[in-house]
């Protein structure tokens, strides 16, 4: 982990090295590459506050495409 956001939000949320991974690729799912852009921390952050990230991957590209975070 070397991404100060993503550490953070480890810290912040409790996120496990598993969580952190899966976390950074539903980003990169969402179509953005860069991790440190305020798009993928306002997705980041919403998957978090949500406690959606347990969630398997195809639902929560559902929930941010329905919450409009990626385009349909």
Same mark, same amino acid.
């Given at each position: ?19 952190? $991974? ?10 953005? $590459? ?12 919403y998957i ?25």
């Amino acid at each position: 982990m070397e991404n100060k956001f993503l550490i953070d939000l480890s810290i912040k949320y409790g996120l496990d090295s598993a969580q952190v $991974s899966k976390l950074a690729d539903m980003i990169y799912q969402c179509g953005i $590459s860069e991790v440190d852009s305020s798009e993928a921390q306002r997705i980041a952050n919403y998957i978090c506050e949500m406690n959606i990230l347990d969630k398997p991957a195809e639902e929560i590209v559902e929930e941010l495409k329905l919450k409009g975070f990626i385009k349909a």
